[in-house]
T-cell receptor, first 113, second 110 residues
């Protein structure tokens, strides 16, 4: 079945440690996105990538980094520079131009202690 | 920049009709989306509007007025399972990215 897989579903890390969240899709989509969601809030865009080896900062990129070495994969690293990393992280993908739906993974809930 | 506004919370009764409004201001517009999100889960796609007018899909309908920067999601024959957050999102025409509003939490009571 085609879809987007995020792993792990729950992640605990100590303060000051970097952590990488995985996102893989087998939908052959060109574009991929990372969003952050805090309790009671909407989704805020962290980074997005429209093609392999290219990505752009979203609205809240500080303290995060990404790579897009393969079309299927768009991992997100939460660095120690991110002041409030505890949140629900969602990865999404969409086809090329004129897409009418973005597909989401099941999310990773990151808790920093 | 972009600004998308929705009411924070709404309540309704099972079997009733509810309308969730969304207003937006964008530098470039290339479509408006509605997603449903249950607590702790991923958003699921409900509707897409790019032209003015009403799109109907079963119990859900979505309306768009581009000149007014306005959309609404209409939910009919409400069911308990419709209790969720409803997210309005606009696709930025220039960069093809999806920008979300803060979402409206809908509580359906018996």
């Amino acid at each position: 079945d085609g879809g987007i897989t995020q792993s792990p579903k729950y992640l605990f890390r100590k303060e000051g440690q970097n952590v990488t969240l995985s996102c893989e899709q087998n939908l052959n989509h060109d574009a991929m996105y990372w969003y952050r969601q805090d309790p009671g809030q909407g989704l805020r865009l962290i980074y997005y990538s429209q093609i392999v080896n290219d990505f752009q900062k979203g609205d809240i990129a500080e303290g995060y980094s990404v790579s897009r070495e393969k079309k299927e994969s768009f991992p997100l690293t939460v660095t120690s520079a991110q002041k409030n990393p505890t949140a629900f992280y969602l990865c999404a993908s969409s086809p090329g131009q004129l897409w009418t739906e973005a597909f989401f993974g099941q999310g990773t809930r990151l808790t920093v202690v | 920049g972009q600004n998308i506004d929705q009411p924070t919370e709404m309540t309704a009764t099972e079997g009733a009709i509810v309308q969730i409004n969304c207003t937006y201001q964008t530098s470039g517009f290339n479509g408006l989306f509605w997603y449903q999100q249950h607590a702790g889960e991923a958003p699921t796609f409900l509707s897409y509007n790019v032209l003015d007018g009403l799109e109907e899909k079963g119990r859900f309908s979505s309306f768009l007025s581009r000149s007014k920067g306005y959309s609404y999601l209409l939910l009919k024959e409400l069911q308990m399972k419709d209790s969720a957050s409803y997210l309005c999102a606009v696709r930025d025409g220039g960069f093809q990215k999806l920008v979300f509003g803060t979402g409206t939490r809908l509580l359906v009571s018996p």
